[in-house]
């Protein structure tokens, strides 16, 4: 199924990512060097890209947006009341693509 909402949970080396599609189920759990998350978003379709707000976020965002992607930054205390178990960089990324939909129906 396509893909419709990506949280990536930022670090300094290794980046964790949850992908959904339109009804809310995880399509996509990876785990992500700084240049391959690059890349894998580059070849994935335009999609709503959620991450939480710290200082590299800005580039990230910039970066993505070029790509035709719509980013989200979203603030770290909003995030946490969607980390469902432990808090984990896997459970970050998911827990910030529920997060970021959430902000977006928000919008409207």
Request: charged share 30%; net charge positive.
């Amino acid at each position: 199924m396509k893909m419709t909402t990506l949280g990536i949970d930022l670090a300094k080396t290794i980046f964790h990512v949850c992908g959904e599609n339109a009804r809310g189920k995880v399509v996509v759990r990876k785990r992500l060097s700084r240049k391959k998350l690059l890349e894998y978003v580059a070849k994935s379709e335009p999609c709503l890209i959620g991450m939480e707000a710290c200082g590299g976020a800005h580039h990230w965002v910039r970066m993505f947006r070029e790509l035709g992607h719509d980013v989200r930054l979203i603030s770290p205390q909003y995030v946490k009341s969607y980390v469902k178990t432990n808090k984990n960089d896997t459970n970050d990324a998911e827990a910030i693509s529920e997060a970021v939909k959430t902000c977006v129906a928000g919008d409207q």
